[in-house]
């Protein structure tokens, strides 16, 4: 890198993807549970469509995580960005349940593929100084397209139907893929193996990593940030509908405005005062924020748990 202090322009070109790439994902946020029983599903369907999909991404992250190190992070984003560019295709002519949950699967593989790159360049393009920043610039753009996809999303279905909402899911996600091919990916160093040639792996093995208590604290950690998550996307709209709320698209809106100033602010402060000192606070707040959704009887109190 020639400036050890400034981002590359490909830095920029692959946060505009990962903009596209989940403003194509948060698109479907507020219809997926209602397209599930427009098809015939009820509660427990809504529940393993999203079921499927996060455990797809979990099962696949080991290998894609494999294939980054060894084709390379451009390959394994483009893969990933054309996966989930053909979901939402599939979706508009998937004809039963059972086809929309194989789909579901696909859809899953996707985003580990374009998550695992991606958050792999983040961190190879960004100055070691910076890196914290980076990757809390890097999930800014995770929560971008929420402040106005999933309302738009949603007024799509209710003017045009899912057939026209899904295609141009899959549009704004190609969008993605197309920023990506002019992304060079930066050259990695080969550094001496103490039993033979150059190679392009460092440091400890996968089962050393696995090994270690902070590795396990931070992935219990996430663990349960995940599973809270996939409790909202899949019953926050049925959750809103039951309560006579009318605020489901709105409540993504205010979570991706305290998201983006939370993660811009947070990777920053981590790199001044650790890693730790930042997410202890962060888990408990999201404690809070399921205890308030939990407890919301108005939009006001809705609106308030997202933004917490």
């Not at 899911?169 to 969008?175: C, E, L, R």
């Amino acid at each position: 890198m020639a400036d050890k202090k400034r981002y590359p322009i490909d830095f920029y070109l692959i946060l505009a993807a990962n903009l596209f790439f989940f403003t194509g994902f948060q698109w479907t946020f507020a219809t997926l549970p209602g397209y599930v029983q427009e098809i015939g599903g009820d509660a427990a369907q809504i529940g393993l469509a999203f079921g499927l999909f996060s455990l797809s991404a979990v099962l696949a992250r080991p290998a894609v995580g494999w294939l980054v190190d060894r084709w390379g992070r451009k390959p394994v984003l483009l893969v990933g960005a054309g996966i989930f560019a053909l979901s939402p295709a599939l979706y508009a002519i998937a004809g039963s349940l059972g086809t929309f949950q194989v789909v579901r699967v696909l859809h899953g593989v996707g985003i580990a593929a374009f998550t695992t790159a991606y958050t792999t360049l983040v961190a190879d393009l960004a100055p070691p100084a910076r890196r914290g920043e980076a990757i809390g610039l890097s999930g800014v753009t995770n929560n971008l397209g929420m402040l106005f996809a999933p309302a738009l999303g949603a007024y799509i279905v209710a003017t045009w139907g899912y057939q026209a909402h899904f295609w141009i899911s899959a549009a704004i996600t190609a969008i993605s893929l197309l920023l990506l091919l002019p992304v060079h990916e930066p050259e990695r160093t080969p550094i001496p193996r103490a039993d033979g040639p150059l190679s392009l792996e460092s440091g400890p093995t996968l089962r050393a990593v696995a090994r270690m208590r902070p590795v396990w604290v931070a992935a219990f950690g996430i663990t349960g940030l995940a599973v809270a998550y996939g409790a909202v996307l899949s019953f926050l709209a049925p959750f809103a509908g039951e309560l006579g709320l009318a605020v489901a698209g709105a409540y993504f809106t205010a979570f991706a405005v305290a998201m983006m100033v939370a993660q811009a602010s947070a990777g920053w402060l981590s790199d001044r005062v650790g890693r730790r000192a930042v997410a202890v606070p962060g888990l408990a707040m999201a404690v809070v924020a399921m205890l308030m959704l939990a407890m919301a009887r108005s939009d006001a109190a809705l609106l308030a748990a997202g933004a917490a």
